[in-house]
């Protein structure tokens, strides 16, 4: 399967664990292209330090919802703890959200495929398409025309 998967983190040492973390993803399966770092401003949620991101393709025999959770448990190597609750949008060590799985519509509990909001994020769009001209998010169109139609936008 390939997956799209977006990093993002804004607090410790970002560049460090978004690298490790990709060394991770290498773990169980192949890290095919990586986009540079983008130093971004949050949007939304309470004030706080600025998001390092990156995209990253993924080829691995993992199922989508088997990834997640594989991504959720490097998260909390890198001292994210999903079990306190915390602000929507909050300062993060790091943060993996499944984009696109092999281009298909998937809905479950735990997991939406494509990522809801991947269409209104510039953060995740842009990197996205530094490493795949051709990138295409399912039931939105083209990562180049949806990055056109947010040109302006406050959304990086």
């Known amino acids: 399967m390939r997956a799209v ?3 993002g983190s804004n607090f410790g040492e970002r560049e460090s664990i978004l690298s490790s973390a ?4 290498n773990e169980i399966g192949e890290v095919v292209a990586l986009s540079n ?14 998001f ?10 993992l199922e989508p919802e ?14 994210r703890n999903r079990d306190v609750q915390s602000e929507r949008w909050g300062p993060r060590t790091l ?9 298909v519509s998937y809905k479950s509990e735990s997991l939406t495929l494509p ?22 998010l399912p039931g939105a169109g083209p990562v180049v025309e949806l990055l056109a139609k ?6 990086l």
């Open 22 to 25: 990709a060394e991770a993803l």
């Open 5 to 7: 998967l977006a990093l």
């Open 37 to 50: 770092f983008l130093d971004n401003r949050p949007v939304g949620g309470p004030p706080q330090p600025n």
């Open 115 to 136: 990522h809801p909001r991947a269409a209104e994020r510039t953060f995740v769009l842009a990197p996205w398409l530094e490493i795949d001209g051709a990138a295409y």
């Open 150 to 155: 947010l040109a302006g936008r406050d959304t």
């Open 95 to 103: 943060d993996i959200d499944l984009i696109s799985c092999d281009g």
């Open 52 to 61: 390092l991101n990156a995209v990253l393709i993924l080829e691995t025999q």
């Open 66 to 79: 088997e990834l997640l959770r594989v991504c959720q448990a490097i998260e909390g190597v890198f001292g």
